[in-house]
């Protein structure tokens, strides 16, 4: 048979598939747009900006709606009260974790302009250096700064188009050239380099002193040695290690530099946290996380960061661990749920004037702090980021302790600063911009 009409017959059954699925695959799942055969409804979803798309989508179906991803449905979860009433008061069944294609591919000068972005990313790396490897890298080590760069282009890469279709097709991964082949050897670079950090400690690995999280997890897999079912194999070491690279070092760090470009355009706001800084720690001693309670204003500043920079609007995807039975739709055990955060953060009703960068949102009228429930920058429930606190930590010694020795100054004029995102899919990167440290 002629090869041309064997390639038409099988798009044709692969035609016919797709309709058959998507038309019986919905069920009782939320309402959505009718999706196309096989690209589903990603014509209709702007990538460059996935939370408007789901925002005007949810003007139409309402706050719990469906849409296709390629052939795979997705619920979507849009305001407040969905997204508590899923990840938290149905944690459980809402608790699942959405396999990545591309990652489960993987798997197998002073006071002149700088660019903050490596000193930023270094600190935050170094943290978690010394919970993995019990040790810190100096900040012109080679290896460091190769690790940063791997983290730093991957969190980029996580939003390009590529990744994001190989996510939804999974087929095509290992014939899209590009961002998901990037992404994918630079995952397994670190995972490598872990690798090494794994035989070192095995080497000099005393069961009776861990040292670290490797030795932790070293001395677990031979309490577990003879259990076929452990889940405590190097394989896992190594993702996990990975895991904890990659949700620790880059998110910091990108909030750390988004959060220095909102002051500089914000300098009135940066002058009121140097205020509070002089008042309640002054000059001789750095900051500890007991002053953050004396600090309303500087804690709002540093909350409202978090608010206005929407860091991951989505979340990272969820999947109902059963069939669940929710506000009348009966959703499958597997599908992929998106809990828009973006629709939380960015709730009127919550916070006047979303779009604007306002400390005021996080202070009631006596000027204390002002807790708010969707405050979830750290996604909720049984899924939250696991690396909240030491998150939550970091931000706020660092930045104090950046305000209490430097004014910033901005490279050009504040008019000319542009705080929308770079980069905004999966997750939302500032601009590239210079500033100068000016010692105070």
Request: with cysteine; charged share 20%; glycine share 6%.
């Amino acid at each position: 048979m002629d090869l041309t009409v064997v390639l038409v017959l099988c798009l044709s059954l692969l035609l016919l598939f797709s309709l058959w699925k998507q038309s019986h695959g919905r069920g009782n799942l939320p309402p959505g747009p009718t999706p196309l055969p096989i690209l589903g409804n990603i014509l209709q979803i702007d990538f460059k900006n996935i939370n408007k798309s789901l925002t005007e989508l949810s003007k139409i179906y309402g706050p719990v709606f469906t849409v296709y991803l390629g052939m795979k449905p997705t619920v979507v979860l849009h305001g407040y009260e969905a997204v508590k009433e899923t990840l938290i008061d149905l944690g459980e069944e809402f608790s699942g974790r959405r396999r990545m294609p591309v990652n489960v591919k993987a798997n197998k000068g002073l006071a002149s302009p700088c660019d903050p972005t490596f000193i930023l990313g270094a600190a935050p790396c170094n943290v978690i250096c010394s919970v993995i490897f019990q040790n810190r890298f100096e900040y012109r080590d080679a290896d460091f700064l190769i690790l940063m760069e791997k983290f730093n282009e991957n969190f980029k890469l996580a939003s390009s188009l590529g990744v994001q279709i190989c996510n939804m097709f999974p087929i095509l991964t290992d014939f899209m050239p590009g961002s998901p082949n990037k992404a994918i050897k630079n995952i397994i670079y670190i995972k490598n380099y872990i690798l090494e950090k794994v035989k070192e400690h095995q080497e000099s690995l005393d069961i009776n002193n861990p040292r670290d999280f490797i030795d932790c997890f070293l001395i677990k897999m031979e309490q577990e040695k003879n259990n076929s079912q452990s889940e405590f194999i190097i394989d896992n070491l190594l993702a996990t290690a990975t895991d904890l690279f990659a949700a620790g070092t880059e998110t910091t760090s990108t909030t750390l530099r988004y959060g220095l470009l909102l002051l500089l355009k914000h300098p009135e706001v940066a002058a009121k946290v140097q205020e509070e800084i002089e008042s309640v720690i002054g000059r001789h001693r750095s900051p500890c996380m007991q002053d953050r309670s004396r600090m309303p204003y500087t804690d709002a500043v540093v909350h409202e960061i978090q608010r206005y920079i929407d860091l991951v609007p989505a979340s990272l995807p969820h999947a109902v661990t059963c069939d669940v039975k929710f506000r009348n739709y009966l959703i499958p055990k597997g599908t992929p749920i998106l809990p828009s955060l973006s629709s939380v953060l960015h709730d009127k009703k919550e916070f006047p004037n979303p779009e604007e960068f306002d400390p005021g949102h996080f202070l009631d009228k006596s000027g204390n702090f002002k807790r708010s429930d969707y405050f979830m920058p750290f996604s909720t429930g049984k899924r939250a980021c696991v690396g909240e606190g030491l998150a939550r930590m970091e931000l706020f010694l660092f930045l104090t302790s950046i305000l209490q020795n430097f004014t910033l100054k901005p490279h050009v004029d504040v008019k000319e600063i542009d705080t929308s995102p770079l980069v905004s899919g999966i997750g939302r990167v500032p601009r590239f911009y210079k500033l100068s440290f000016i010692p105070v």
